[in-house]
């Protein structure tokens, strides 16, 4: 079935998005991207469920088993309400995070994105290895309990880890010591306001925002008097947990961010 045929049979049904949301268990705001045109290519296991919903042709309002099996999300869950529990329970395929019970779909990073990202996360981790450093670098996907309950689980760009006790099966089971996110369009809102704030509630010492966009990078070095520091990545910029002593070149990304699409 294509979006324009999903499109029609809505305005047939009378569906509105919450409603579509509920039934077919996929984000609220990964169904308005897909039939606003946001979202050009969503994934398979998401159209399936939304395509189970649709084309019950009796029109009631149980969600199909197929449905509920393909995108994984139990059909009694409303937004704010998912556990790490359900998280898990997602097909492979899916990339997304749970932020206080609510399941954010995440489109796969562009090749620049992660360009970007490994950039750092190599720096990072060639210091550490240079100086026999006892913490440890990380890159996503990797999964971060970040507040020990089970209503959030996030997956930074790259983070470092310096207390290995909190490694459990797997994932981080508390907030890691440093966290680079690089924006993307569709995480700029969150990377700006939502994560900043779980991020320094949560124990996060350090946060840096790589804005590709912008071509800036925002430092958030949460110990210090200094809230917020921007940077136009003209000049290497240093890691505030390590003193200052591990300092990333960005001149190099800052050409690279040219190449991002708006």
Not at 155 to 161: A, E, H, K
Not at 226 to 255: F, S, W
Request: some cysteine.
């Amino acid at each position: 079935m294509t979006i324009e045929e999903m499109k029609r049979r809505k305005l047939e049904r009378g569906y509105s998005y919450a409603q579509l949301s509920e039934l077919s268990g996929v984000p609220l705001g990964t169904v308005q991207k897909i039939f606003s045109g946001d979202t050009e290519h969503p994934r398979y296991a998401t159209l399936q469920a939304l395509e189970q919903v649709l084309k019950d042709r009796d029109g009631g309002m149980a969600l199909s088993d197929s449905a509920a099996f393909s995108y994984g999300s139990p059909r009694e869950r409303k937004q704010g309400e998912y556990t790490v529990a359900d998280y898990l329970a997602m097909p492979e395929e899916f990339r997304g995070e749970l932020i206080d019970g609510v399941i954010c779909d995440m489109a796969a990073p562009t090749f620049d994105h992660q360009k970007i990202a490994g950039e750092i996360y190599r720096q990072i981790a060639n210091y550490i290895m240079d100086n026999d450093g006892e913490c440890e670098a990380g890159m996503s996907p990797i999964d971060v309990q970040l507040d020990r309950d089970d209503k959030t689980i996030v997956q930074p760009d790259v983070l470092i880890l310096c207390d290995r006790e909190k490694l459990l099966k797997g994932r981080v089971f508390g907030a890691p010591d440093f966290v680079l996110e690089v924006v993307s369009l569709s995480t700029k809102r969150k990377d700006y306001f939502k994560k900043l704030m779980k991020y320094e509630n949560a124990g996060v010492r350090e946060y840096w925002i790589l804005d590709p966009y912008k071509k800036q990078l925002v430092v958030f070095f949460f110990e210090a008097d200094i809230y917020a520091q921007i940077h136009d990545m003209t000049e290497p910029v240093p890691v505030n947990i390590y003193g200052g002593k591990l300092r990333i070149r960005t001149d190099h990304i800052l050409e690279w961010c040219g190449n991002m699409e708006r």
